[in-house]
């Protein structure tokens, strides 16, 4: 079992910049693919990034060049450094964990979920 807990989110203007955590209680953190979500009023949640067990990562094509994400498995914590965020990154950010076994993570095959955390970005 794995308990994720996101922290970091906020109000920041357009063009600045904010960092979520994602805390992983249990083992084997590194046997975990992990990833960010973000879901916007009235749509639908997205990926917006994932990281292997190393450090290979995927990003959507919206947050590209802006976001990264990285791990740190000595503290199991993922994190996803937020640059240049615009309004319409205004969402709940939620972390996610899959086995890397499944090889890819997505919204149906994710296994943990935390509570997610809100990130609102003002014009």
Do not use: H
Request: charged fraction near 15%; proline fraction near 2%.
């Amino acid at each position: 079992q794995v308990q994720l807990v996101e922290s970091g989110g906020g109000l920041v203007q357009a063009g600045g910049s904010l960092r979520l955590s994602c805390a992983a209680s249990g083992r084997s953190f590194s046997s975990y693919l992990m990833g960010w979500f973000r879901q916007a009023p009235g749509k639908e949640r997205e990926l917006t990034a994932i990281i292997w067990s190393g450090s290979t990562s995927y990003y959507a094509d919206s947050v590209k060049g802006r976001f990264t994400i990285s791990r740190d498995n000595a503290q199991n914590t993922v994190y996803l450094q937020m640059n240049s965020l615009k309004p319409e990154d205004t969402a709940v950010y939620y972390c996610a964990a899959t086995s890397v076994s499944r090889l890819t993570l997505t919204i149906r095959n994710a296994e943990y979920w935390g509570q997610g955390t809100q990130v609102t970005v003002s014009s």
